[in-house]
Nanobody, 121 residues
Framework: QVQLVESGGGLVQAGGSLRLSCAAS????????MGWYRQAPGKQRDLVAR???????DYGDSVKGRFTISRDSAKRTVHLQMNSLKPEDTAVYYC???????????????WGQGTQVTVSS
């Protein structure tokens, strides 16, 4: 089973920046899509940004122009650079990956444990 390990969350003032990273580990797998979702208390989990194996990116409307997702395919890692942070960006950020088992060709979704991002006003 593939594991996702997140890092980089924390507390920052409004207008500041944070960089989240997520590394995938395991065996016999490839990554179709990898990205970040977030969930604030009492709200649903929403897309922040994702990137495909071919480099196509997709962003949630509220973060366009402020956040940038990138990947290091060799390291099976994805990064989320978050700039101009706002208090409404406060949430638990979850890494997500659509995994393809290279032996069975089956695909499945997997999630990280989540990392807290808090933006103070």
């Amino acid at each position: 089973q593939v594991q996702l390990v997140e890092s980089g969350g924390g507390l920052v003032q409004a207008g500041g920046s944070l960089r989240l990273s997520c590394a995938a580990s395991g065996s016999n797998f490839a990554i179709n899509v990898m990205g970040w979702y977030r969930q604030a208390p009492g709200k649903q989990r929403d897309l922040v940004a994702r990137i495909t194996s071919s480099g196509i990116t997709d962003y949630g409307d509220s973060v366009k122009g402020r956040f940038t997702i990138s990947r290091d395919s060799a390291k099976r890692t994805v990064h989320l650079q978050m700039n101009s942070l706002k208090p409404e960006d406060t949430a638990v950020y979850y890494c997500n990956a659509e995994i393809r088992n290279t032996r069975t060709i089956m695909t499945y979704d997997t999630w990280g444990q989540g990392t807290q991002v808090t933006v103070s006003s």
